[in-house]
């Protein structure tokens, strides 16, 4: 947490498009009190605060175990699913969490080709965008070809549910542009139109 804070003070200091948020990585690797310090120092600075959620079926099935609830209510329930809160993979998800990241206002990262090569599975983005939630386009690092992620984005979803309607061009497009500006907070940034 000190090296986010550290990363995210110096680039605010520096001004420019270059800035930071604030990260922990999951219910399953980070006790209680390390997600609401990140939180409260996310809150501090003015930025977002980012975790992999529910990427596998791991933390969603450690998370019932553990707190009784799936990832993202636990994540109510300590207070952090808002606006300010970025939740990339958002693979194992249900019909709860889509209708509260909708709720919400929390921002999704898609991760389409990095979800693949782990194995976690496919996000259900078509019905995340459908619901009217916050969706930007991500690699996770792993591709950095950013047409190849774009692409990945626009067949996946067809084959997992079997319906080539689904994410047309003109979604994967907003989704990888302004979505993506979105999804991360970006207000200060240029638009062709």
């Known amino acids: 947490l000190r090296e986010n804070a550290e990363f995210i003070d110096s680039c605010q200091r520096q001004g420019g498009l270059v800035q930071g948020v604030m990260c922990h990585h999951t219910t399953f690797t980070c006790s209680k009190e390390f997600i609401l310090q990140a939180n409260e120092m996310a809150k501090q600075r003015g930025v977002l605060h980012h975790a992999h959620v529910s990427e596998g079926t791991y933390e969603p099935e450690f998370a019932l175990k553990e707190f009784g609830m799936r990832t993202l209510h636990y994540y109510k329930k300590l207070g952090i699913a808002n606006s300010g809160f970025l939740a990339s993979q958002c693979v194992q998800i249900d019909a709860s969490e889509i209708a509260l990241i909708a709720e919400q206002g929390i921002r ?7 979800n693949c090569e782990v194995g976690g599975g496919i996000a259900p983005i078509p019905q995340l965008v459908e619901a009217n939630a916050t969706v930007g386009l991500g690699s ?4 950095d ?4 992620v774009m692409r990945g984005a626009f067949l996946i979803h067809k084959a997992n549910q079997l319906d080539p309607r689904l994410m047309p061009a003109n979604i994967v497009w ?12 970006l207000e200060k940034v240029g638009r062709i139109a």
């Not at 996770?140 to 591709?143: C, K, L, M, P, T």
């Not at 070809?145 to 190849?148: A, M, S, Y």
Request: glycine share 12%.
């Open 108 to 114: 999704v990262s898609h991760m389409p080709l990095s």
């Open 145 to 148: 070809d950013f047409f190849e």
């Open 174 to 185: 907003y989704i990888a542009t302004e979505g993506g500006a979105r999804a991360l907070n």
């Open 140 to 143: 996770d690092g792993y591709i």
